[in-house]
């Protein structure tokens, strides 16, 4: 079973309120997907219908070309892990890694050892656990879970930078292993850039951009060298950033063409790439957006 993920004019409400509409969008097996998108955007809610923890209210959610609501042999190859995770307080940090074994794929060897890695205190009970190590505990559940999908929502925010960096390495490294599908969604954007393939930018509960990474930042760029020169090339351009030092300035522009390229390049100013951040800063600009 291919694990790509299909969602077809998907709508989810909650009361009267859209938080997903028209949702159109596919996700191909294999890849490492970042889900980017404002306070409130709709990335839970989006997460929570593939995991079908949630029903849409309208259109289909495919997980391997089969309807994933209520679908068990399906749903049981799927992981969503949420910050700080969905765990029993009462439970110990031993009892949340031994109910991952409910899940077929879930491969304890690997569990105990990330858990040992990112020393997590086994008989601690899940209430006395700082929030970093909280999220530590959901991230080791998701990664020894082994599924076919692994989604993780947020589940890094809790942690330190250093644990971070770490939880990130590990993650490719098993990527690399054996090739599933991730999603991350993350608020630290330019921290997560390099380990995505493809982003999806949600934006007021509509996907506003699905494109790979290198074709995103691709879209804009920095421009470099003499104060002066980026003045003049970019003289009438929208500017998502700049920067001087002395007689030195950058400017980031939101939009790169062929002919602004060869000007650069005739002026001696460098071109350099943009940073996601910039970029999903720009996107999702409401005033770009007409909200
Ligand atoms: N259980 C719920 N009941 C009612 N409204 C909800 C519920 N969960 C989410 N919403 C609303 O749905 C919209 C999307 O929320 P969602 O949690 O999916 O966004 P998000 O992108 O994950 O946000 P954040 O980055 O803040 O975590 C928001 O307007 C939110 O208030």
Redesign the pocket.
């Known amino acids: 079973m291919s694990f790509t993920v299909n969602l077809r004019d998907v709508t989810l409400k909650?009361?009267d309120?859209d938080?997903?509409a028209d949702v159109d969008l596919t996700l191909e097996a294999g890849k490492i997907y970042g889900l980017l998108?404002?306070?409130?955007?709709?990335?839970?809610?989006?997460l929570?219908l593939i995991a079908a923890f949630r029903r849409p209210t309208g259109g289909d959610v495919l997980v391997g070309g089969e309807p994933v609501w209520e679908n068990a042999p399906v749903v049981s190859r799927v992981a969503l892990v949420r910050e700080g995770g969905d765990f029993d307080d009462a439970d110990t940090v031993k009892d949340v890694l031994a109910s991952g074994e409910l899940r077929p794929s879930f491969d304890p060897d690997y569990a105990a050892k990330l858990a040992d890695k990112f020393e997590l205190p086994l008989k601690k009970k899940v209430r006395e656990l700082s929030r970093g190590k909280r999220s530590v505990l959901a991230a080791v559940t998701g990664l020894a879970a082994r599924a076919e999908l692994t989604m993780f929502?947020?589940v890094h925010l809790g942690m330190d930078a250093p644990t971070r960096d770490a939880f990130y390495k590990e993650l490719l490294a098993e990527y690399m292993d054996r090739p599933h599908t991730v999603v991350l969604?993350t608020?630290l954007i330019d921290e997560v850039a390099n380990y995505l393939e493809e982003v999806v930018i949600?934006d007021r509960?509509r996907v506003l951009v699905h494109q790979p990474v290198e074709t995103l930042q691709g879209r804009g760029a920095t421009l470099t060298g003499a104060a002066d020169r980026v003045d003049e090339l970019t003289e009438g351009l929208e500017l998502l950033a700049e920067q001087r030092l002395g007689g030195t300035k950058s400017a980031t522009v939101a939009a790169l063409d062929a002919d602004l390229r060869a000007r650069a390049a005739a002026a001696g100013v460098e071109i350099g790439p943009v940073g996601l951040q910039d970029l999903f800063i720009h996107l999702t600009n409401p005033d770009r957006n007409g909200a």
Do not use: Q
């Not at 998108?37 to 989006?46: C, D, F, H, P, Q």
């Open positions: 909650y009361g309120a938080a997903l998108g404002r306070n409130g955007a709709g990335k839970t809610s989006l929570s929502d947020e969604s608020h949600v509960g």
